[in-house]
């Protein structure tokens, strides 16, 4: 079974998957690799746009492992067409990010935020209104592997948190699952609103002036999820009319965020350039969910984790 990696496997971790029987391993850069290169290829680790009209022509490709949890920039409709299975990267940044969800919430509690432009100044000064997360509610609107530990991260500082996805199912750490029909309802009753959600169709634009004027005016947006939920003229109003306390950004759109956005001068907005996903640990861990995958796929003909709904785009 051919499997090609446009991933520059170390040798520890090209050993793992040479060890498992019946894979004969090809390596090769996604700047380096041609449509030449996935002939005969059954699974593709990672994804390359120049390998997008061999994939949809390919007769012996049956699965594609990406290494990053969005998969909105594949050809979803081709490939779910061709029967092509899909499985991502989802948890392999689930640490990190809730790390820096936690971090956006302790800065404005503790007024960093303010603290941190002051230091540029080199002012030694106080600011109004120290407070702390103890005791605060976080909704977590998207509860996946990421919100999921932003949730255990929460209840660990003593916080309450309230879970909104599709589903009602319910999930260790989150104290109250609710469903999206009641987000614009329930929306105003915490101290926190985490976007956690994917690029869709149904997503796209959903925070939008509705949903911040519903929210508490002491309320802070914090988005880790994709740019494009949220509409951003929108939360910009809504800022600039004290509607909600503040935003945490590590996404937006466009990206970057132009120089010109009135943002960037706001002093209870904290903008990170989209690296909460960065860390020096993920791609060994997006490697072990291929490994495993791997395994599966070998052995049972089957992967089970982190497989893509085509109808839902994650």
Known sequence: MKVLSLVNLTKKQKEKV???????????SPKQVTPKDLDGVEVLYDWSNTLKDA?????TLNWIQVVRA???????????????ILTNGSGANAINIAEQTLTYMLMFERRMNLTARHQDEKLWKHDEGYDEVY??????VGVGHIGSLIAKYAKALGMKTIGVRHSDKPVEYIDEMIPMSELSQRINEVHFVVNSLPDTEETIGMFNQD????????AYYINIGRGKTTNMDD????????????????????EPLPTSSPLWDMSNVIIT???????????????????????SYVENGEVVENVVNYSMGY
Do not use: C, Q, W
Request: proline letters at 5%; hydrophobic letters at 40%; glycine letters at 6%.
């Open 18 to 28: 040479e060890s498992i029987s019946n894979v004969d391993l090809k390596i090769i």
């Open 55 to 59: 994939v949809l022509k390919s007769d």
């Open 70 to 84: 969005g998969v909105d920039a594949l050809p979803l409709p081709e490939l779910n067409d061709k029967g092509v």
């Open 135 to 140: 005791n605060k509610t976080v909704m977590i």
């Open 211 to 218: 949903l911040f004027n519903s929210m508490s005016k002491k």
């Open 235 to 254: 939360l910009v109003t809504a800022l600039d009319n004290d509607e909600i306390a503040g935003a945490g950004l590590d996404v937006t759109t466009p």
């Open 273 to 295: 350039p989209h690296d909460a996903g960065m860390s020096v640990h993920y791609e060994e861990r997006a490697f072990d969910i291929f490994k495993r995958n791997l395994k």
